[in-house]
């Protein structure tokens, strides 16, 4: 009996156990990855460790993984406002930034962007305006895509975040050249129907045409033509 419940107390804390990521985080500063009531498969579900074993805190949290990528690897300095005042860390998180609400000495956000967001790495004094003066972070956020952050005086606090950068454009298409005609032979007997070719007869000479002095027809042609004209009258 005993051994069946040790089983089930090891199944109940389950992931914490099977996973190194899960393994030496202080209950007492686990982030939040769930909501009350989760079970352990429906955490599991969400790349988050589960374990039920201490009290009071969340048994539903973010892995060494997911922190060190997104959250505890963020200096204290470079933490950029996600929430306001009061924020709780449900709301926070459900914004999708981190929450850590150790004071540093009262230098750092309760609530701040995570590794990834394209919040996250602005200097202030970099920052691109992307509203007016007054503007409320809703309407910052929601109606224009931007980032706020009201901490830091002097700078916008509604900025432009970083851009993603756009998918290089597909290479153009050209069709394939066309291959080259090919001309089939004439067929042998095809050929044989071809009459060769004549050769252009060459110019016979001209019965006019003058032969040895070519001064004698010319003279008896024009006094026959002489003669006619004289017997006419």
Known sequence: ???????????????????GHCDGIDPHKRLDCGYYGITKQQCVDRHCCYDNS???????FKSKKDLENKCQSIAVH?????????????????????????GYNGE????????????YGIPPPKRRDCGYP?????????????????TVRGVPWCFHGHERP???????????PSPPLKVSPVPPLINSLIPPSIPAPKPSRSPTSPQGSGEEPMKDAYDGLIDSLLSDE
Not at 9 to 15: K, M, Q, R, S, T
Request: proline residues 10%; glycine residues 8%.
């Open 134 to 150: 007054g503007i409320q972070r809703e309407k910052c956020e929601n109606d224009r895509g931007c980032c706020f952050d009201h």
């Open 1 to 19: 009996m005993s051994f069946t419940v040790l089983l089930l107390v090891l199944f109940e804390i389950g992931y914490s156990l099977a996973d």
């Open 78 to 102: 470079k933490r950029a406002d996600c929430g306001w005042i009061g924020i709780t860390k449900v709301v926070c998180q459900r914004r999708g930034c981190c929450y850590d609400d150790r």
């Open 166 to 176: 756009n998918p290089p454009p597909n290479p153009p298409t050209n069709p394939p």
């Open 54 to 60: 201490v009290q009071g805190v969340p048994w539903c």
């Open 108 to 119: 750092s956000k309760y609530c701040f962007y995570p590794r990834g967001s394209k919040c």
